[in-house]
């Protein structure tokens, strides 16, 4: 994992990021071509790929343990080895291009960007991980080279090991594949997030669809912040199963919605609670009225011992079920590591998730449950500005 994401992108290279993590697999000088790397992993029955965040870009092969010198060896060769050919930059290009039109057709997916672009404007972090149709056709080979010469250095990476291997074994191979990588001489910063808001706010992005995809957001704590574990416990709390307040009460007793959930992002300066929903335009100021209410409630309302406990339980479960992925546990340690600069295990989670209790709560809620954390955004054919802007508010 790689510690750069869009949130480091100048306007211009917008998308870099992500369209380095494309050409890592179209050929190295070891293995030339994206066909070499893709039969070489596929003669293991491994699994490759790589995602790119807005602070991480990730790459990653999931093999038998018996395979893991040609997998470090693969990875190290990928990453300061690209070839990065002109041709095959073009064709990427479009590939991304693609990509870019299949988000702007999937609504439920990004409004997601839209309530970050209403949270941080036009700062980097509110930006689309995946660039503009303009910014992706702009970034040149040059470009490329320099976020690699950039970021792709020792200090910036984190490589881990999940699975039936020893340290010994990953350490030597490491040392042996990774030697003579030389790092930079000084670090670049993103720039900070600022955040500046007195009242609610909405972004009402219209599309023609069947359903308005929308998102409650609420401005909370960054990702090393003491409360975060507070915070996840009142997501589940509000929509973290099909017994969740809010899936309660907007499904099951009022049919809304299909689905409603509540999650928490967060980013090195900067978080939010966000409550998600696909339902009914003209039902939307109902649904709407009724996670207000909820968030409302449990503003004021201390929780009851009872329901504590399930939403820990709740998201301890689901966390300890992720884990039984061995890249789910790489990608656990990555990030503590390359974002927060320690290692925390998963049982001191678990640990942290369990001492939550309904003061602190009770606490976060007051924190951050107010009329100038609020924020709406939605996709679809939505008008009534005006009477979304009464109910956004308590």
Same mark, same amino acid.
């Given at each position: 994992?790689?510690?750069?994401?869009?949130?480091?992108?100048?306007?211009?290279?917008?998308?870099?990021?992500?369209?380095?993590?494309?050409?890592?697999?179209?050929?190295?000088?070891?293995?030339?071509?994206?066909?070499?790397?893709?039969?070489?992993?596929?003669?293991?029955?491994?699994?490759?790929?790589?995602?790119?965040?807005?602070?991480?870009?990730?790459?990653?092969?999931?093999?038998?343990?018996?395979?893991?010198?040609?997998?470090?060896?693969?990875?190290?060769?990928?990453?300061?080895?690209?070839?990065?050919?002109?041709?095959?930059?073009?064709?990427?290009?479009?590939?991304?291009?693609?990509?870019?039109?299949?988000?702007?057709?999937?609504?439920?997916?990004?409004?997601?960007?839209?309530?970050?672009?209403?949270?941080?404007?036009?700062?980097?972090?509110?930006?689309?991980?995946?660039?503009?149709?303009?910014?992706?056709?702009?970034?040149?080979?040059?470009?490329?080279?320099?976020?690699?010469?950039?970021?792709?250095?020792?200090?910036?990476?984190?490589?881990?090991?999940?699975?039936?291997?020893?340290?010994?074994?990953?350490?030597?191979?490491?040392?042996?594949?990774?030697?003579?990588?030389?790092?930079?001489?000084?670090?670049?910063?993103?720039?900070?997030?600022?955040?500046?808001?007195?009242?609610?706010?909405?972004?009402?992005?219209?599309?023609?669809?069947?359903?308005?995809?929308?998102?409650? %957001? =609420?401005? #909370?704590?960054?990702?090393?912040?003491?409360?975060?574990? +507070? @915070?996840? &416990?009142?997501? *589940?709390? /509000?929509?973290?199963?099909?017994?969740?307040?809010?899936?309660?009460?907007?499904?099951?007793?009022?049919?809304?919605?299909?689905?409603?959930?509540?999650?928490?992002?967060?980013?090195?300066?900067?978080?939010?609670? %966000? =409550?998600? #929903?696909?339902?009914?335009?003209?039902?939307?100021?109902? +649904? @709407?009225? &009724?996670?207000? *209410?909820? /968030?409302?409630?449990?503003?004021?309302?201390?929780?009851?011992?009872?329901?504590?406990?399930?939403?820990?339980?709740?998201?301890?479960?689901?966390?300890?079920?992720?884990?039984?992925?061995?890249?789910?546990?790489?990608?656990?340690? #990555?990030?503590?590591?390359?974002?927060?600069?320690?290692?925390?295990?998963?049982?001191?989670?678990?640990?942290?998730?369990?001492?939550?209790?309904?003061?602190?709560?009770?606490?976060?809620?007051?924190?951050?449950?107010?009329?100038?954390?609020?924020?709406?955004?939605?996709?679809?054919?939505?008008?009534?500005?005006?009477?979304?802007?009464?109910?956004?508010?308590?």
């Amino acid at each position: 994992m790689v510690g750069v994401g869009s949130r480091s992108e100048q306007d211009r290279v917008s998308g870099i990021s992500h369209f380095l993590e494309h050409m890592a697999f179209k050929g190295t000088t070891k293995r030339p071509s994206a066909l070499v790397i893709s039969e070489e992993i596929d003669a293991i029955g491994a699994e490759h790929n790589a995602f790119t965040g807005k602070e991480f870009t990730g790459y990653y092969i999931k093999a038998g343990s018996g395979k893991l010198e040609l997998v470090i060896d693969m990875l190290a060769d990928m990453l300061q080895h690209s070839l990065l050919k002109p041709d095959e930059i073009e064709r990427e290009r479009g590939v991304i291009t693609e990509e870019i039109n299949m988000i702007e057709d999937n609504p439920g997916g990004k409004v997601t960007r839209t309530v970050e672009n209403l949270l941080y404007k036009k700062s980097p972090l509110g930006r689309a991980i995946i660039g503009s149709k303009q910014s992706v056709a702009a970034i040149s080979r040059t470009d490329l080279l320099n976020h690699l010469k950039d970021w792709y250095t020792p200090s910036n990476i984190a490589l881990v090991v999940a699975g039936g291997v020893s340290h010994s074994q990953v350490t030597k191979l490491a040392a042996s594949y990774l030697e003579g990588w030389k790092d930079k001489s000084s670090d670049i910063e993103p720039p900070p997030t600022i955040e500046k808001q007195t009242q609610p706010q909405i972004l009402l992005e219209k599309k023609k669809t069947e359903q308005t995809h929308m998102i409650v %957001a =609420i401005r #909370a704590f960054k990702r090393s912040d003491p409360r975060r574990h +507070a @915070l996840s &416990v009142l997501a *589940s709390l /509000l929509g973290g199963g099909m017994s969740s307040r809010l899936f309660h009460e907007v499904r099951e007793r009022r049919g809304l919605a299909y689905s409603i959930h509540a999650y928490t992002q967060r980013y090195n300066d900067a978080g939010y609670l %966000a =409550i998600k #929903a696909g339902l009914d335009t003209k039902r939307l100021p109902e +649904a @709407l009225k &009724v996670v207000v *209410s909820e /968030l409302d409630r449990v503003r004021t309302q201390k929780v009851p011992p009872k329901e504590l406990l399930k939403a820990k339980e709740y998201l301890k479960g689901n966390f300890i079920l992720r884990l039984e992925d061995s890249e789910e546990v790489a990608s656990f340690y #990555a990030t503590n590591w390359l974002l927060e600069h320690k290692l925390y295990t998963p049982s001191q989670l678990l640990d942290d998730i369990t001492s939550v209790t309904a003061s602190d709560l009770k606490s976060v809620a007051d924190d951050i449950i107010k009329n100038s954390n609020l924020n709406l955004a939605t996709i679809g054919p939505v008008t009534d500005r005006q009477k979304l802007q009464k109910l956004l508010s308590f």
